[in-house]
């Protein structure tokens, strides 16, 4: 008798187990009919612009454009990405894929490893601060935006050039 009942358990949970695999099939077969029936002729994609998959730290001067024409005091801003701009700590601290602004006025970019001068014509940037506003004379200028570490030492490919005129 043990047995019998045992059995009748086992032939309901087979039942069960049946009729769900079947209520499954069903309502699989069901959306995939609606949606074939919602959209029967194929659509065609329209192609993805690629994103850029770049992480290579890189500063830009994101004021003034390059060629633009400004007055005079000139707002500088820049930008940085893929990389982080922090202030310089006391004591001097090298923080890897970590720096701060300095730009030269009218000057080339340092080269990869040179500690960057601390007086003219070269503006340094400790604070982490990305924006300033100077006094430039009338005429051509090329500025360098150039990424400098915990000891102000130049960062291989972390500088960029602007020209612009001041009327």
Known sequence: MHRNKLEEMLFKVTRVVAATLILSGLITATACSSAEEADPEPVAEEPVAEESMDTSPRVSFIEPE???TVSSPVHF?????????EPVADPPVINQGAGHHHIGIDTDCLPAGEVIPQAAPWVHFGD??????????????RVCLQ?????????????????????
Do not use: C, K, W, Y
């Open 147 to 167: 990424i400098g570490d915990g000891e102000h030492r130049t960062i291989e490919g972390l500088n960029a050039m602007v020209s612009f005129t001041v009327e």
């Open 128 to 141: 982490a601060s990305a924006v300033i506003d100077m006094q430039l004379e009338p005429g051509q200028h």
């Open 66 to 68: 390059e060629g633009a």
């Open 77 to 85: 801003m820049f930008g940085a990405e893929n990389f982080a701009i």
